[in-house]
């Protein structure tokens, strides 16, 4: 979910390099995408315009990578 996966397949193929983890979600923020591996990799705070991703979506082995980069420059875009 979030916004950023609008266009997104809820399943879909991305590439973490690392293992690294987020313990405690920031406040004001929600998950809006996981893996059994990864319980945080992705959030996002709406009200703030803030998006944090745990993968790398510019790379050609994120299938839909494309669409999610598209999503993010519409939403720094779009007034609040």
């Given amino acids: 979910g979030g916004k950023l996966f609008k266009d997104v397949d809820k399943s879909n193929i991305c590439w973490m390099s690392h293992t690294d983890q987020i313990d405690k979600l920031p406040e004001g923020f929600t998950i809006t995408a ?7 990799a992705a959030m996002e705070n709406v009200d703030k ?9 510019e790379v ?3 299938v839909q990578g494309y669409k999610i980069i598209l999503c993010l420059a519409i939403l720094l875009q779009t007034p609040s």
């Fill in 34 to 40: 996981a893996t059994h591996d990864c319980p945080v």
């Fill in 49 to 57: 315009k803030l998006y944090a991703l745990q993968f790398h979506p």
């Fill in 60 to 62: 050609e082995h994120t």
